[in-house]
């Protein structure tokens, strides 16, 4: 856009608070969006793969690399003895993650060796040709097999205490104790891990990575490279789908092309296939509930008792985190007067799992909805009704404070769920499918209603903060940059919005560039539902410290008051004259005025003290809630969503477009999680489920046929969040509970909806059929 039309055309509205297009949308559907697969390639570029282990557990007795070195194109084989720095990419500093096993391997597909070859085919060719003798060692795979051979934990458990569940679990009337087994989740975004290495002078790397936290590929690049950070620039302009996939899993790639790209002085890519990408990166964790719930006869939760197992892997990665994660979203929206909730993450020889989309709070909300079911068929009542029963009250109810000892004190619960429950007619929808399941002999119906409550921060308060840096040229067009990462979400636009509204122009002024650790240092992960939080408040902080200066220069050089200068759209009105944007701006370069600024910004009020399991973990919470409505056929355990009604909270949208986006998605990924995405071992430790053909992921024709979508527009955020804004990544992904939910109804009609069906996730056509024979049985 040239100068002229920067001058003449209309902020419409205000860039925030607006339905505007993702700024790469039309570049997704074009096909022109350039991800690192797409950059053209250097000269000289080489090209890696990996020779990975065929054995769960064993000791590595010897390794014949020589045919792998004479293979057509090979140009070296690297091993950890090529490594300068440390062998270890572990994300927690544990070291308990080896970069290249060199004696034991402890997974299935556990990289050894790597191959550096003129192409990639060459070099996944010539790394099968390794001739690897090994002694096998005991191996477990599951969560069971673990605790039956006493595994270890992989991190220190987390325990949280409210009340004196030990004594009061005993005195209600009714008391139910049962098991839940919540299967994990593969990632599966369209873009698989990549990393590019450009090497430099001295121990310069310019690194390219598919990643959604730089600065931990640029540390753990450098840690295993031996050199200093600043040695070290990391670069992601977008990625194909993160899901948390991309926290911590790209440092490996990343690294190896490090050591190969400095040891032959070449720029070397490494793009594993879906095959090898879904065998050796992290899911999201499996868990085992085990609950034990005291109630009253009107099924009000008087004392929970909870041990949430999972299975973690082979090294530490973000399960720490991750489980204690499960624990804060242990209670999802109900108050618990009495309540004892523990992890148990435990050592797996599996791939480790990491850090997904709710980062541990799916799990922990799913157990918590079983127990709201257990109660419902226990009292012979509506779920939704024992749902109501047990939410958290409004401050001065004593009903507010969670098992973490936070308050809980913006709950918008019931008004949102009153809402969606009149507005999708859901009692009457729900008798007329009790009165259908009664006449139909094949076809059940289902329904539910379920909320969502998510804790939004960090839970590492460290990590709760963000750098940016904007920089307005002499033409008054800007250049914006902050360690969020792109991945389809909307971050970029997002933030670009966020500075367009500070200075009041269109947003097509607003470049936004690669995000990079050369720009921006220290950043966090784009994570935890707290990309536009952070970053959009950081650049804020950027733009409004060049808007002082502007306003400064304005008033001293038009000689009026402060107060009398005010931005309009692509105009400043200084007095009684209106000035273009951009000549506002060139004046004020003239003028020597510095129109570049740093931004920063950190979650104010949050502290965590695990040990005690006390503190204010969350600076606010986001809440929805969802109406799911199935069909299943008892016969073979098939099923359809038939309807989806949801009204989610995102406080004041920033760009409801992109926000009704990221619910419809995380909502048909969440029904994937629970209903056909099954991650199966066999008894060698091999992943079968590692490719399409496998693992079946939601399609289009999956999704509900009628599919309603709502924002509640009419919530704001108490706390000052960017535009009184709330998160919307992780969030909505826990409405999918509803279909899990529903389904659950279908299958008890068999039995009179006597009996809680107790379905495990993923709640597969065979356990649906499963069950249903289950109950016939005890109908009979």
């Keep these: 856009m040239d100068k002229s039309s920067f001058d003449t055309q209309p902020v419409i509205n205000g860039p925030m608070h607006t339905s505007l297009q993702h700024d790469s949308a039309h570049k997704h559907v074009t096909g022109s969006a350039e991800y690192i697969d797409d950059i053209p390639e250097p000269a000289g570029l080489l090209h890696g793969g990996l020779g990975l282990s065929d054995r769960a557990h064993a000791q590595i007795v010897s390794i014949d690399l020589d045919a792998v070195k004479t293979a057509p194109g090979v140009v070296a084989v690297i091993t950890a003895a090529d490594i300068p720095g440390f062998n270890d990419v572990a994300s927690t500093g544990q070291r308990d993650e080896p970069l290249l096993a060199t004696d034991l391997v402890q997974f299935h597909g556990q990289p050894i060796f790597a191959v550096i070859a003129e192409t990639r085919d060459q070099a996944r060719r010539a790394a099968r040709l390794a001739k690897i003798e090994y002694r096998d060692l005991p191996h477990w795979t599951d969560i069971d097999s673990a605790r039956d051979n006493g595994a270890p934990l992989v991190v220190e458990p987390m325990v949280l205490k409210r009340g004196d569940p030990e004594t009061e679990i005993g005195k209600p009337p009714l008391r139910i104790q049962g098991s839940m087994v919540i299967g994990g989740q593969e990632h599966f975004y369209l873009e698989s891990h990549i990393a590019l290495v450009i090497p430099g002078e001295d121990d310069d790397l310019v690194v390219w990575s598919s990643t959604q936290h730089p600065s931990e590929v640029q540390h753990m690049v450098a840690h295993v490279m031996g050199c200093p950070q600043h040695a070290v620039e990391v670069k992601t302009r977008r990625m194909g789908g993160g899901f948390g996939g991309k926290e911590t899993q790209g440092n490996q790639f990343a690294a190896l092309a490090a050591v190969a790209a400095k040891k032959l002085n070449r720029a070397v890519k490494f793009r594993p296939d879906r095959d090898e990408d879904m065998a050796m990166t992290g899911k999201r964790h499996d868990f085992r509930v085990d609950y034990d719930v005291a109630f009253d006869e009107e099924g009000r939760i008087h004392a929970v008792d909870t041990l949430y197992a999972a299975r973690c892997g082979f090294s530490a990665d973000l399960s720490g985190p991750v489980t204690d994660r499960a624990l804060f979203h242990a209670d999802s929206s109900y108050f618990y007067p009495h309540v004892h909730l523990a992890s148990q993450p435990l050592k797996t020889h599996t791939v480790s799992n990491t850090a997904f989309r709710g980062f541990g709070g799916p799990q922990g909300m799913l ?7 257990e109660i419902a068929y226990a009292v012979g009542r509506d779920p939704l009704d024992i749902r109501k029963l047990n939410f958290y009250g409004e401050p001065g109810s004593g009903r507010t404070l969670t098992p973490y000892h936070q308050e809980v004190e913006d709950n918008i619960l019931m008004r949102l769920v009153e809402e969606l429950e009149a507005n999708s007619d859901y009692r009457a929808r729900r008798q007329a499918i009790i009165d259908f399941n009664a006449n139909s002999p094949v076809i059940r119906r289902g329904i539910a209603l379920t909320p969502v409550k998510f804790g939004i921060s960090f839970t590492m308060t460290a990590y709760n903060q963000a750098g940016a840096l904007v920089h307005i040229y002499q033409d008054g067009s800007i250049h914006l940059n902050h360690g969020g990462t792109e991945m389809g979400q909307g971050l970029y636009t997002k933030v670009a919005q966020v500075v367009a509204d500070a200075f009041q122009v269109d947003i097509d002024r607003v470049k936004i560039t690669a995000t990079t650790t050369g720009k921006v240092p220290n950043t966090s992960a784009t994570a935890a539902s707290s990309g536009t939080d952070l970053n959009g408040m ?11 200066r502007l306003v400064d220069f304005a008033s001293r050089q038009w000689k009026v008051d402060k107060a009398q200068v005010e931005f309009l759209p692509n105009r400043v009105r200084v007095g009684d004259d209106i000035v273009p944007f951009d000549t506002l701006v060139r004046a004020a370069y003239y003028d020597r005025v510095q129109l570049s600024a740093a931004g920063f910004y950190k979650t104010p009020d949050i502290h965590w003290d695990r040990k005690a399991g006390k503190g204010r973990p969350f600076y606010y919470f986001a809440y929805g809630a969802a109406v799911s409505e199935v069909a299943i056929d008892t016969l073979t355990g098939e099923y359809m969503v038939e309807r989806a009604d949801i009204l989610h909270d995102v406080g004041r949208s920033l760009n409801p477009a992109l926000d009704i986006g990221q619910i419809e998605g995380a909502f048909v990924q969440g029904m994937g999680w629970l209903t056909t995405e099954e991650l199966w071992w066999d008894d060698k430790g091999r992943l079968r489920t590692h490719a399409p053909s496998t693992y079946k992921i939601p399609l289009a024709s999956d999704r509900p046929k009628i599919f309603n979508v709502k924002l509640a527009d009419w919530s704001e955020n108490r706390e000052p969040t960017i535009g009184r804004s709330k998160a919307v990544g992780e969030p909505p992904f826990m409405l999918a509970i509803s279909v899990l939910e529903a389904i659950s109804m279908a299958v008890a009609s068999v039995a009179d909806y006597a009996v809680c069906p107790r379905l ?21």
């Design 538 to 548: 950081a650049a804020y902080d950027a733009a409004r410290q060049i808007k002082e």
């Design 760 to 780: 495990d996730s993923p709640a597969t056509p065979e356990r649906v059929l499963m069950a249903v024979e289950r109950l016939k049985t005890l109908g009979e």
């Design 367 to 373: 157990g918590a909805e079983r127990i709201i079911e």
